[in-house]
């Protein structure tokens, strides 16, 4: 019998969501988890499982029913080079699947920019990095362990359960609680990168060129500035030129960690301070170019809390919502400490995948934690909806079922999965109402 303990208080990395869930429990199989959801079920409580607490949305948030943490799910249970596949289970970081790939010679084809978050969280909210061709985190799943409302624990496949894993690779936490992931895997390859300051009537008259070169190409726009930072990685055939140690901490950690901590204080507590703040920080971010292990190329470290919105909006859109957002902020009293973020994916096949059905720009915006937010994320939402945007499904937003119905070609035949495998709603809460309806 699985053991459960009374909760405390449970909130997320950026301390933007809290809950206080009447229990709490670490299961350590599937077996123990089935056991949870019955035993819940029976005690007419609700179920929600957590992982590292990097959504700023509450769709982990258990309200007064049961917390799941998968702190004990994280074996490796299958690793079989000749289909090219690897199975973990659902609590398992991306930092370690990330080193033990390395250490078998394998890596994932694409990567978000962190690999803190469990790979179940991580891919049952959509979490995606850069990409040409290749997709996000869910795009990745080739089979799935889930546990649903009776208990039971399904597997699912292309073969296996169809419908369900159609649903359930990006399912924000709605129809089950997933045990166990397989990803498809690949050789290990190199990456190098190419970071470079650009201006942004250059990036955005190039961004055609940019992206169709590149095999992962972003960039970020500092407000306030006409400065950007762009970062190209392609595969290489190496040696392998890593930057050098102290450089790396340098650049990574302290700059962009420690001292940029500092300045959002400052531009926090003096908003004025703000323009010239950004005006010095799109300076500090030199070229540089360097050549890696892949996840060591897509991640990196972020210390830096912050609240962000995210939205998807059609690619062919990027270059005009691009400058209507800069037009925005320049028209604008606010104050933005920290940069957009600029992202591709290609089209994908997931029923809720930002990307689904289109190929797709991200941009992101973000807010030091603590700053007065003052119209910038509603403005912001304004213009991503009035070009067809999509949320992501853990960052912060106010849609609802009715817009998204519209946004999502397959929603419907996603709420019709969940009517089917949880007419209760035991995985329900008050954000999945609110987006998938009652």
Known sequence: MPQAITAGRWTNWAGNQSARPAEVA???????????????????????????????TAIASAGDGLLVRPDALTAVRELDREAGTVT?????????????????????????????????????????????????????????????????????????N???????????GALGVISAITFGVEPAFLLTAHEQPMRFDEVIGRLDDLTAVNEHFEFYWFPHTDRCSTKRNNRSQGPAAPLPRFKAWLDDEFLSNTVWEGACRVGRRFPGTVPSIAALASRAWSERTYTDTAYKVFTSP?????????????????????????????????????????????????????????????????????????????????????????????????????????????????????????????????????????
């Open 88 to 160: 973990v289970e659902s609590g398992l970081p991306l930092s370690r699947l990330n080193r033990l790939l390395e250490a078998a010679g394998l890596s994932l084809a694409n990567m978000g920019d962190i690999e803190v978050q469990t790979v179940a969280g991580a891919t049952s909210t959509g979490t995606h990095g850069t990409g040409r061709e290749s997709g996000s985190l869910a795009a990745q799943i080739r089979a799935l362990e889930i546990v649903l409302a009776d208990g039971s624990v399904q597997h699912c496949s292309p073969t296996e």
């Open 302 to 438: 972020r210390t830096v809390r912050f609240v962000e919105m995210e939205y998807a909006v059609p690619r062919e859109a990027a270059a005009t919502v691009l400058r209507e957002l800069k037009a925005l902020v320049e028209r604008s009293q606010w104050r933005i400490s920290f940069p957009v973020e600029v992202r591709f994916a290609p089209a994908d096949d997931l029923w809720l995948s930002t990307a689904s059905g289109r190929d797709s720009v991200y941009i992101a915006v973000h807010l030091y934690r603590g700053t007065a937010e003052q119209g910038y994320f509603t403005e912001v939402e304004k213009l991503m909806t009035a070009h067809q945007g999509r949320p992501h499904w853990g960052k912060l937003h106010t849609r609802d079922a009715e817009y998204l119905a519209g946004a999502y070609p397959r929603f419907g035949d996603f709420t019709a999965l969940r009517d089917k495998v949880d007419p209760q709603r035991l995985f329900g809460n008050d954000y999945l109402r609110r987006v998938l309806g009652a």
């Open 26 to 56: 670490t299961p350590a199989s599937a077996a123990e988890l089935g056991e949870l959801v019955r035993r819940a079920a029976e005690a007419g409580r609700t179920v929600k499982a957590v992982g590292s607490g990097h959504s700023f």
């Open 162 to 172: 169809p419908e369900l894993f159609q649903g359930a690779r990006l399912g924000l």
